[in-house]
């Protein structure tokens, strides 16, 4: 905002030679943009303005009755030539900056020439020698001090011309008038400066808020999941209150969920590699959380371990989208090893469906939307299967994910035409901890059959098929 602490008398000097020092430097280049148009306006409406007047009074006296009539006649045809001007200046006002200020020029200098001349031969028009410079400086300078002491010094070398010819009172009055409309015309400008300044100012602090707040909103934004943020914003769209949406999103719900995990092997062994992280495994869980997310998941991440979540008003479109997820990554992963020249893959997907709180499990004062239950810890047993030899061993040479008998049982009611593998965990004798019920892991290949299959099943539900390559199949 414009300045308004107390000034010295100097600064209050300073201010009276140029106004532009009232308000702050940042927004001066565009308070000099913003004047052109009005001092253009201005100034062409004034070196118009006596033209104009002086035709007038042409046409409306006796021109055989008055001197001067060559003179006269010469100052018609100025003035016709002055208004010419004035209208090309106006049609070139947005266009052309030579030409515009080559007319302009031209307009101002007939402009004095016409005024100039209307001082010959009459007492009473000595006041336009006054009035021109006054009105030109009024509506085209900022400061004072200098129109005024220019006023001031060429009232005093023409006053003994002007008092032979009109009464030294209109002369004196004229002079003060004048001077009276240069200070007025100086304390607009000045309110002018420090509304436009305020304005620039208003515009700058709206326009950093909004960038700010779209910033803000962006960043808050990647820090929670894309579909809870499309629950917050149509609760807020629906009560008008961020407090209300974060509450009832955030709530602690049993629920129906869908879990896809992934934890890469021997990652103990290669965490102090640090070029292994950044190049390796950054780039497969961002490969992993990102589509995942856009598929309506609420991806967790600690440290190479990956879990993303479903918990849809639906519960079979949560391990619908689950499976689409793990299918991908299963394929992502395969193509990756492949291309280090790897044979063996370095995680594998595990689907586990069943009954599991989520929201908020921590403290209001710390909010995490997350999973528990037997869902969740279901799905690291399996995955941790992947570390014994004979248990991989009996996978397919394609992809594969990994489902819990219940998620396979649901999955298996979607359609008939899966093509799984049924691993006993009884026939190599292996029990999951804490998991004794669990007796089998079903593996389903990420094969064309597959593939084809759940994409019928996602048209079926509206979502977008899986797509490998670049074609969906």
Request: proline share 5%; charged share 20%.
């Amino acid at each position: 905002m414009a300045r308004k602490e107390n000034r010295s008398l100097g600064e209050h000097l300073y201010i009276l030679f140029d106004p532009l020092q009232l308000v702050p430097p940042r927004v001066w280049k565009r308070i000099r943009q913003a004047e052109h148009p009005v001092l253009l306006k201005f100034a062409t409406t004034h070196f118009c303005l006596w033209p104009t007047l002086f035709i007038i009074f042409y046409f409306t006296n006796d021109q055989h009755k008055l001197p001067l009539e060559t003179w006269r006649n010469y100052r018609f045809g100025l003035a016709i030539v002055l208004l010419f001007l004035g209208g090309l200046t106006y049609y070139f006002r947005h266009r052309y900056q030579l030409v515009k200020a080559s007319l302009f020029l031209a307009g101002f200098i007939i402009s004095v020439a016409v005024n100039w001349s209307m001082t010959l031969g009459y007492p009473i028009q000595t006041k336009w020698p006054i009035w021109l410079p006054t009105l030109i400086w009024a509506t085209t300078g900022r400061s004072l001090v200098a129109p005024v002491f220019c006023l001031g010094l060429t009232s005093l070398l023409y006053f003994p011309l002007w008092e032979s010819k009109a009464p030294s009172a209109w002369i004196k009055s004229d002079i003060a008038v004048a001077v009276a409309v240069m200070i007025i015309a100086h304390m607009v400008r000045r309110i002018w400066l420090e509304a436009k300044a305020n304005q620039f100012i208003l515009d700058d602090t709206r326009e950093e808020a909004e960038q700010n707040r779209i910033i803000f909103d962006k960043l808050i934004k990647s820090f929670v999941a894309p579909v809870l943020i499309q629950k917050i914003e149509k609760i807020c769209q629906e009560t008008g209150s961020i407090a209300e949406a974060l509450d009832s999103v955030l709530k602690r719900t049993r629920t129906k969920a869908s879990v896809l995990y992934s934890d890469v092997r021997n990652f103990s062994s290669r965490s102090n590699n640090l070029d292994f992280i950044e190049k390796e495994l950054i780039p497969s869980a961002v490969s992993i959380l990102d589509p995942a997310e856009e598929n309506l998941g609420v991806a967790r991440q600690v440290a190479d371990a990956v879990l993303i979540y479903y918990s849809l008003p639906d519960p079979e479109e949560s391990i619908l989208r689950a499976l689409k997820d793990a299918i991908r990554c299963s394929l992502y992963e395969h193509k990756r090893i492949s291309a280090l020249g790897r044979t063996q893959p370095e995680r594998y997907f595990t689907i586990t469906f069943g009954d599991a709180l989520v929201g908020n499990i921590a403290s209001v004062k710390h909010r995490e939307p997350t999973i528990i239950g037997n869902v969740a810890n279901l799905a690291t047993r399996i995955d941790g299967l992947t570390r014994e030899l004979a248990f991989t061993s009996l996978f397919p040479k394609e992809p594969v994910v990994l489902l819990s008998s219940e998620a396979f049982r649901i999955v298996e009611t979607f359609s008939p035409t899966w093509e799984s593998l049924v691993i006993s965990l009884d026939v190599l004798n292996i029990t999951l901890k804490s998991y004794p019920n669990e007796r089998s892991v079903i593996i389903l290949p990420a094969i064309q059959k597959n593939i084809s299959t759940l994409n019928a099943l996602l048209r079926l539900n509206d979502i977008s098929e899986l797509k490998v390559g670049n074609s969906s199949w």
